[in-house]
């Protein structure tokens, strides 16, 4: 009986593999796509908004596609030149765009190259290994080369976007997204992260809890004031005297540059502010303006003037929101050592400040002519105030949360 209900099993049949990919090729068009992916994005946001506009009565399709062009040099940092005022302020919305495709490809060419180079064993013994900086940095010439052809092709006299600063941000996404992303899709960082001290890992992942929380106090507190002065914006657009296809690219603008606008707030909440032109600040404490040019998002602006007097409470927000971010991210890694959780919580804090601020720096820019070439957070207040508040409150939260952890285990 036994001999009917068993199947009769021959020799097993290998599993063909697949073959080891060139890493040139392989890198080189990694890059290619990465910086491709969102230029065509970028390409087809023109076209859409030179059909928009009018209904494409101005111009014609090609001009939509350099100005989509432009919009992609000028989110790796180019400038340009508007009516011959220089626009210096970097679209984060598209930046970021830009990085998540730089991720995506840094995964795959990881993926594809990781046959290359040593084995874990051989890594593990000292033996040096090139498949991650080769990659990069084949990675890095596709999308430069991308970058250089876009430059070409989309520069005017009147734009005047600077290549040298494509190239200086293309390096950096590259090296620090690419280089991170070819790292974990080829199994790289598993294995370099073995040798890594657990604490420092757990260090690490407590500073990115307190930024990504921080941004989001941030992004609701934009959000809540343009709210509450939604009839404003809606005043400003009927100023504008625009129809649906201006109020769609007005929205698009605003998306783009979503990012910017929570760093503002978040410069807001952290307590120096940040200028809206020479002359100007919004802060907690002071609110000072001046002429504003016709945009929906400035009307969650706060009125000029003596802020409220409930205003003042917000001081208490940056330590509550990165105590409240270490201890959860204690609690997810728990411990009862009291300097161990005071150097996570502290570090953790002081390294979400100063990812915050460099933030905060990209932010910022001319916008204008005039006195709106002064558009940006302050940055080095900035820094000085959420190194402190965020130190302080993550050195609080982790604390509280070991005595609570220190309690349970009794």
Not at 102 to 126: K, Q
Request: charge should be neutral.
């Amino acid at each position: 009986m036994t001999s009917l209900l068993t199947r009769p099993t021959g020799p097993s049949r290998p599993r063909p593999s697949r073959g080891r990919l060139p890493l040139a090729p392989v890198a080189f068009t990694g890059g290619v796509l990465a910086a491709f992916g969102p230029l065509l994005v970028c390409l087809a946001l023109g076209v859409v908004g030179w059909f928009l506009a009018d209904a494409g009565s101005h111009g014609s399709p090609s001009d939509g596609m350099r100005v989509g062009a432009t919009a992609w040099l000028v989110a790796h940092g180019s400038g340009v030149a508007v009516e011959g005022v220089r626009l210096t302020v970097v679209p984060l919305g598209l930046t970021l765009l830009a990085a998540w495709s730089t991720w995506r490809a840094g995964l795959r060419v990881g993926d594809l190259v990781s046959g290359h180079g040593p084995d874990a064993d051989g890594i593990e013994d000292g033996e040096r290994d090139w498949t991650v900086p080769v990659a990069v940095a084949l990675l890095f010439a596709g999308y430069a080369v991308v970058g250089v052809v876009t430059h070409s092709l989309a520069a005017t006299r009147a734009s005047a976007p600077d290549a040298a600063p494509v190239l200086g941000w293309s390096l950096v996404l590259c090296a620090v997204v690419g280089g991170a992303a070819v790292a974990t899709g080829s199994g790289r960082a598993a294995i370099w992260a073995a040798d890594v001290p657990p604490m420092l890992l757990d260090t690490l992942r407590t500073a990115r809890l307190v930024l990504r929380l921080w941004l989001v106090v941030s992004l609701v507190l934009l959000l809540g004031a343009f709210v509450v002065d939604l009839g404003t914006a809606l005043n400003v657009m009927s100023q504008l005297h625009s129809g649906a296809g201006d109020a769609v690219l007005v929205l698009l603008v605003a998306l783009v540059l979503l990012p910017n606008t929570v760093a503002f707030s978040g410069a807001y909440l952290a307590g120096p502010g940040f200028t809206v032109g020479a002359g100007t600040l919004v802060s907690p404490s002071v609110v000072v303006l001046g002429p504003l040019p016709v945009f929906p998002v400035l009307a969650a602006l706060p009125d000029a003037g003596d802020p409220p007097g409930w205003t003042a409470a917000l001081v208490a927000v940056p330590p509550l929101v990165a105590a409240v971010a270490v201890a959860l991210a204690q609690r997810a890694a728990p411990t009862t050592r009291w300097d161990e959780a005071a150097l996570r919580g502290c570090v953790g804090g002081a390294l979400a400040a100063v990812a915050f601020t460099f933030l905060t720096a990209l932010a910022g820019g001319a916008v204008g002519p005039g006195r709106m070439r002064d558009v940006s957070p302050l940055v080095g207040d900035v820094l000085v105030q959420s190194l402190t508040t965020f130190a302080l409150g993550g050195l609080v939260g982790a604390l509280a949360m070991t005595a609570w952890q220190r309690r349970r285990a009794r």
